[in-house]
């Protein structure tokens, strides 16, 4: 079958599919957290005192008590053999932004031949992987093989149905035999108590006798595409890269911005309540469904919850979407760029700070001015943004997300704060030294008599921000729709430990001679004039600002990946994590080695595709074509017929070019003559892409003149609007 029939197929198959019928809802209190054990599953099957135990740890962070590990293994294991389970699984996120898991029975073959079901608290507790064939950075060699996976009371475990039955999933850290985190949850964790010790020390400072365990808060906004598993597999690019390497705009994009909130189409909304349906029996609270501005997209986003909880919770998601869209017959991408020329997808981490004792630490409340505990922290942000912006940059630096910064539906890839206007007027009074006052709501009048009166925000938002202050929280909007939300939120929570400290340590020396109030604006102003110039409320894609950022308050701009991870190895970044505790030297520098690698690799499978495709389906396609259209001239010119003949040289100039650029693609891909990884990645940066960018320019000129029953590969017009 030619490409072109099997397009035409899939468009049949699409159009005459039968439609899933949505389940009917169960009621939620029904469905919520059914397949969670969680603390309300565990004090109806746990002894008194070791649920008391492990709810101490769960919500205040202690230690736990080993000698409660048997009674929690027997009644985990028997609610999961009730829900059908016969496995369990050490969940685990290693440095590869996906989720691994390694299956155990609960099977135990007795002395005599039977068979029993077993589960003890030393398995429950530790686990032993493969601490070598995951990405390491050079922590362990293939020959050092071990490493461990220990259970982590503080996120519930689960059972996950397929249709290939129910298993236990047990959330657990990663760790080498030498003790190294290799993976994203053991910084995670420490970021926490990083954070949550620096910010105890304000707090008291600030005059507050019971402070509780302070944690950080994550609400992850997804966005990803839906495209025909039909079109899909016919697409090299799309199954091998995750996104299209060729592919010509169709007439209508998103220009006419009307695919924003509009009507969700019939059988993505039978997809989307599948998805809540399994999100709601493993305790996720999926809140927001919407369609995304461009054709084919859309957004999940759920309730906030503790950051660890949320980040294990948001790897579960993607998962979840990815395995419905298969019984849907989608394809779920969740690539930061799927498709050229249309907005591209992000994960925007909203993210906050509180206990429950003094609540959330980033409300700023009615009157922000007199909100001395909201202003310290918000500072604290503020220098940490400062501060540590390159690194920011980096927590967030993909060859994937490279194609979304700076776009019209991304941040830059610059790192500035956006406050809106009634807290930037707050802070910059505390630069000249005195707050006196701030704007409050106010309601608009709509000339409306039968509409109720609307509240109006004492400031506007803004989406050309990449960290923008929302409310009572700060939206990390740079991040990436395929990446964990780890990364992000050990930098913010180690930042802010951070500056949380150095704060602190201010205050108590200037306590010393001063009130309160005194203390806090003195070193608020020092904050405002050493750091101010990363506050920024206006336009981040105007060449304007970008110059200014640059050129007058010396921010960085890092466009891509390869400028952004080396700073991972910068000295101050290294005493960041190594004085807070969160990442050691050693740990740091295999992050720095295991993104490099992912960078590097990305690009050369993308760049061997162009090349397959370029050599082995588009050319071909020309050619034919061309053969095709030369014939027919010929026939028509026997016949005393003569027709212009530009549309052929053109083609055969076009798929000439291509091929020239196609073979410099190959020659530069056999390049590995270098001196340094930072080398490497900036020739990719530099002479790899712009080399596939040139392919893909002649491609998609064929393709716009190429006679579509010609044509081998599904277009963007099929993929984005036939559903």
Known sequence: MSGNEARVQAIYQIANKEAMPPKAPEPLAKMWAENVFNLSKMQASLPKAVFKSVKKTIVTGEKLDPSVADAVATAMKDWAMSKGALYYAHVFYPMTNLTAEKHDGFISVQSDGTAISEFAGKVLVQGEPDGSSFPNGGIRGTFEARGYTAWDVTSPAYVMETDNGATLCI???????????????????????????????????????????????????????????????????????????????????????????????????????????????????????????????????????????????????????????????????????????????????NWSVGNSTQGNLLDPGDSPHENAQFLVFCGAVIRGVHKYGPLMRAAIATASNDHRLGANEAPPAIMSVYLGSQLEEVFEQIKTGSVTDSKHKGVMDLGIDVLPPLSKDPGDRNRTSPFAFTGNRFEFRAVGSNQSVSGPLVVLNTMLADSLEWIGNRLESELAGSDLNTAILTVLKEVMEAHGSVVFGGDGYSAEWHRMAVEERGLLNLPTTADALPYLKAEFVEDLFKKTGVLTPVELESRFEVYAEQYILSIDVEAKLVISMAKTTIYPAAIEYLSKLSATMSSLTSMGITLEKDTAQKIADLANSMMAVTDKLGAAIEKHDFASTEEHMQYCATTIRPLMDEVREYADALEGLVADSFWPLPTYQEMLFIK
């Open 171 to 349: 959330p657990t850290v990663f760790v080498s035999w030498t003790g190294e985190a290799l993976d994203k949850k053991v910084p995670l964790l420490r970021s926490i108590a990083a954070m949550d010790k620096a910010a105890s020390k304000v707090l008291k400072l600030l005059g507050y006798t019971d402070v509780a365990h302070v944690n950080s808060s994550c609400g992850a906004e997804q966005e990803y595409f839906l495209v025909d598993a039909n079109f899909a597999s016919q697409r090299p690019d799309l199954l091998l890269a995750g996104r299209t390497l060729f592919g010509k705009a169709p007439a209508k994009g998103q220009q006419f911005d009307d695919h924003y909130f509009g009507a969700i189409p019939e059988r993505v909304q039978v997809f989307m309540q599948d998805v809540e349906e399994t999100m709601y029996k493993l305790g996720i609270p999926a809140k927001t469904r919407h369609n995304e501005v461009a054709p084919g997209q859309f957004e999940l986003a759920p309730f906030f919850e503790a950051a660890n909880v949320a980040s294990d919770h948001q790897q579960l998601t993607m998962t979840i979407l990815k395995h419905t869209a298969k019984k849907h017959g989608f394809v779920c991408l969740l690539h930061e760029k799927p498709f050229a020329g249309i907005n591209g997808s992000g994960k925007h981490v």
